[in-house]
């Protein structure tokens, strides 16, 4: 360094520091350190700073705070000036004080130096605050001096980008290195530019404002953008006003925000992809604006159609004619690429790395990049965006497309998830018969088709769930698959057969098929049914089976009717012995009737006597195979008639407004229990129980719950809801506000049969659920349904990206549990674990377990 530009020293001097920011006395403390003082003190409040300066010690540099509480005025100062005529004197403005140009001028007159709080470092070593006294010796040569110094000692050699800047003319001085660097700029571009045409200030403020601003409070801070021929950079601009050699400049530090910005924005559209629906018109212009932003000039899907050619455009946001001009074309080259690795990307000159492909020369395209969408074979499609230009930050663009591809891929597999539950398939999987639904389609058209005579069956096995609590579920498959022979074979040309719901069937016989030949094939039935049936382990199971039949248009004018009335008349054939059937007649209705107020009746009685129990089935974590939790699964024990399952009572409770009653008394006994089990084997489990939609209607449900919390003493986290979603809702908003006050409750949702209902991707996003179940039907197909499986595999993506815990259900077999688990399910339960028990077998389970533990 050259000799004239060594800075001064306070080489044995002391300096005393009076203020009250801590920060502004660091600074201070800091600056004095550097330049070599002596001793350093600090006064908090203006009583201390006087008896220092009365003490024994002499100082060379006083710094006082300007400010109500320190020094307030010129007098005071003179006053100081009086008493220690040695003494140099910086005056700190502190932030509450606003002083107008003149007050700072004739305040500055009196001090050797002056500056705002908050300082900043280089602003008084940019000022060389108090070295020399500037007042008493301004002169040219020395001004010049002093620049430089400023210039070599701190501004080229600081890491972050700087430009001084002329205040009268508003020109750029000086631009140091790491400006140039940064912004790959030459110095010549931007000397004796006025600064604020290249960094576009925020104009709110307008440049006389900030300016004055500068004057006033010492300095800026502002996010705003400089533009650098063409190009423009976001940028935090910090801008202090300082004298350097008597010549007043504004010091601008320029901190590049390119990557936090481009970061913010990446992440936003991160999230607008994985979220963006397909069929929203609105939603393709932000997406367009997605696109304008990565650079890119096409974002397209495009469909294989019958002739094995991606010819179909399913959804097109590209600027421009493209995807048209796409499928015209041949693309062999580029679909075996992503046949083979379901990806593929060329990020400079693609024309010219595939000169035979029409569409790319055409446009003369620089980056492609193409995502395979493969649903199933009907939906094979592909995802295909591209630039004409360079493409910057390629990797996080590929990603972000990438996520795009999979989310079509879900949103598609999702909505062929609903569609195969409400038409796609006719058939059901286990029996071959048509499926519940179609059959109910099937009516409706040959009543209209043929508004003649039309028969109904309605047929139900008697004494089924024994086979199949007590010989297994396979067994019971097999017999449900001989009997739909059975029946498929009775009714042959006469009709259709269709499974209605576990041991339930339903037939529905064509015009030419009388009353009469009506009866001779339920009888043909009953007979076959009650032959021993032959199972695959060579035994044999005796079995009967109950049939109520309705005739159009006699019985019922439309579908619902009809098969209610068969119904009906099943119940009949069942009250009177079973293994008979029942034909429909009007005084059915009026027993019915009384059969349910009758059952009504009953369901109070076994509330109040008590024999409403609740059963238990352990929830288990996939990792560990560890007991978690449960699920309460409420029973009816009826003295005579043994245990009665929810699937009978429960609608029945729900007409009837038992279920009120019945839906807290199992709420109670699982949180009592729960407490019982934490307490005793000190686990962190939690306890599931299944919400009505009826209770939901129930206004004061959450306090009711709170109530039970408070009562038991469990921890409200530990108790989870399942709900499903339900046309029983009064109504929706109302229920997602119930969802709300039970999720504030402290507790957490579960959505229940997840998979069966109608719910929208939107809908699911609404509610507030930690927790999704994985309805039986999906985990019984694995391993039989290829679709179901590519369907449950996107649902359980899908599940997990919008951060669910997935719970499987009814899984009974270790393949099951096995694919489940690659798939990364969280939990199961079913009958492969373990059964709903009573509490008194789950206290077994636990002591064992904890008895296993003790022995390890
Ligand atoms: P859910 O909530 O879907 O309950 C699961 C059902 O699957 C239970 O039938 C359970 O016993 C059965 N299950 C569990 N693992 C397996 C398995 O591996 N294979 C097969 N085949 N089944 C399995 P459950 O106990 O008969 O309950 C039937 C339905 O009744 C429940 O369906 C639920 O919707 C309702 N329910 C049960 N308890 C309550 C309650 O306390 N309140 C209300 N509102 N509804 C209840
Ligand atoms: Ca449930
Ligand atoms: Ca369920």
Not at 274 to 285: A, H, I, P
Request: hydrophobic fraction near 40%.
């Amino acid at each position: 360094m050259e000799a004239g530009l060594v800075p001064m020293t306070f080489h044995k001097q002391n300096i005393l520091i009076a203020c009250s920011e801590k920060k502004d006395r660091l600074q201070f403390f800091n600056y004095f350190d550097e330049l070599d003082a002596e001793k350093i003190f600090t006064a908090t409040d203006i009583g201390q700073m006087e008896s220092m300066l009365a003490g024994e010690d002499q100082f060379s540099v006083l710094v006082f705070e300007l400010s109500q509480q320190w020094v307030k005025n010129n007098n005071q100062i003179i006053q100081l000036q009086v008493q220690y005529p040695a003494l140099k004197l910086v005056g700190l403005v502190s932030a509450q004080v606003e002083l107008k140009h003149h007050q700072y001028q004739e305040i500055s007159s009196h001090l050797d130096d002056l500056v705002f709080s908050p300082v900043m470092q280089h602003e008084l070593v940019a000022k060389n605050i108090a070295v020399v006294g500037s007042n008493q010796q301004n002169n040219d040569s020395h001004s010049q001096d002093e620049l430089d110094n400023f210039i070599h000692a701190y501004f080229e050699p600081s890491g972050f980008p700087q430009l001084l800047i002329g205040v009268n003319d508003h020109a750029i001085k000086f631009a140091n290195k790491a400006l140039l660097k940064k912004f790959e700029v030459n110095k010549s571009d931007l000397i004796d530019q006025v600064w604020h045409q290249m960094i576009a200030v925020n104009k709110n403020t307008g440049i006389e404002e900030l300016t004055a601003q500068l004057t006033e409070t010492g300095q800026i801070i502002q996010q705003v953008r400089f533009n650098l021929s063409g190009s423009f950079y976001p940028i935090e601009l910090r801008m202090s006003y300082s004298t350097i050699g008597d010549q007043p400049y504004y010091l601008a530090e320029l901190h590049d925000l390119t990557t936090q910005v481009y970061q913010q924005k990446f992440l936003q559209n991160l999230e607008q992809v994985t979220t963006l629906d397909f069929d929203n018109r609105q939603q393709k212009e932000q997406m367009m604006v997605l696109l304008k932003w990565a650079r890119f000039d096409f974002c397209f899907i495009v469909k294989k159609s019958l002739s094995g050619d991606y010819d179909q455009i399913v959804w097109d946001c590209s600027l421009n004619n493209y995807a048209q001009k796409f499928i015209t074309a041949r693309h062999d080259f580029l679909f075996r690429k992503v046949d083979a690795e379901g990806f593929y990307a060329i990020r400079n000159k693609a024309s010219e790395v595939i000169p035979g492909d029409d569409f790319l020369n055409y446009y003369t395209i620089n980056a492609i990049l193409l995502f395979d969408c493969y649903v199933d074979d009907d939906n094979d499609a592909a995802l295909i965006v591209g630039s004409l230009k360079e493409v910057d930050n390629w990797s996080s663009l590929k990603l972000l497309f990438k996520q795009l591809s999979l989310h079509y891929k879900q949103s598609m597999a999702f909505k062929i998830l609903q569609h195969s539950h409400e038409s796609e398939s006719q058939y059901d999987v286990l029996t071959n018969l048509l499926n519940r639904r179609y059959i109910v389609k099937t009516i409706e058209q040959s009543i209209q088709s043929n508004p003649n005579f039309n028969a109904v069956m309605f047929l139900d096995l008697d004494r089924f769930k024994v086979i199949n609590d007590s010989l297994g579920h396979d067994v019971g498959d097999e017999v449900l698959v001989n009997i739909a022979n059975i029946l498929q074979h009775h009714v042959s040309s006469h009709g259709v057969a269709a499974r209605y719901a576990g041991d339930e069937f339903l037939i529905l016989l064509n015009h030419e098929v009388d009353s009469d030949k009506t009866k001779q094939i339920a009888d043909a039935i009953l007979k076959s049914v009650g032959r021993p049936i032959k199972l695959n382990s060579g035994s044999e199971i005796n079995l009967t089976i109950s049939l109520g039949v309705a005739y159009y248009p006699e019985h019922g004018q439309n579908v619902s009717k009809l098969i209610k009335h068969a119904d009906i008349a099943l119940y009949d054939a069942k009250l009177n012995g079973k293994n008979r059937y029942t034909i429909y007649d009007n005084n059915l209705d009026g027993d019915h009737t009384k059969q349910n107020e009758e059952m009504v009746k009953n369901l109070q009685n076994a509330i109040d006597e008590n024999q409403i129990d609740v059963y238990f089935q352990p929830k288990i974590d996939a990792k560990t195979e560890d007991i978690m939790g449960f699920e309460a699964l409420v029973r009816w024990e009826h003295p005579d008639l043994g245990i009665i399952s929810p699937g009978l009572f429960i609608p029945l409770a729900e007409q009837s407004d038992l279920i009120d009653q019945i839906g807290l008394l199992v709420i109670e006994k699982s949180c009592l229990m729960l407490k019982k089990w934490q307490r005793t084997y000190t686990l962190p489990l939690n306890m599931s129980v299944n919400l009505s939609p009826v209770q939901l209607n129930d206004k004061n449900l959450t306090e009711k719950i709170s109530d039970i919390i408070t009562r038991t003493g469990i921890y409200p986290k530990h108790l989870d809801f399942e709900i499903t979603e339900s046309e029983k809702f009064k109504s929706v908003k109302d229920a997602l506000l119930m969802f709300k006050k039970i999720v504030n409750l402290g507790c957490t949702l579960s959505i229940d049969d997840f998979g069966t209902g109608h719910s929208t991707l939107d809908y699911l996003r609404k509610i507030p659920a930690k927790t999704l179940k994985i309805d039986q039907v999906f985990v019984k197909n694995i391993g039989l349904s290829p679709d179901d499986e590519a369907i449950l595999d996107a649902t359980i993506d899908m599940a997990k990206r919008v951060g669910h815990e997935i719970v499987a259900e009814g899984v009974e077999t270790e393949e099951q549990r096995i694919y489940l688990s690659q798939k990364g399910c969280d939990y199961f339960q079913g009958y492969l674990f373990c059964r709903p028990v009573p509490a008194k077998d789950i206290e077994r389970i636990l002591s064992q377990r904890a008895e296993i533990l003790k022995n390890k």
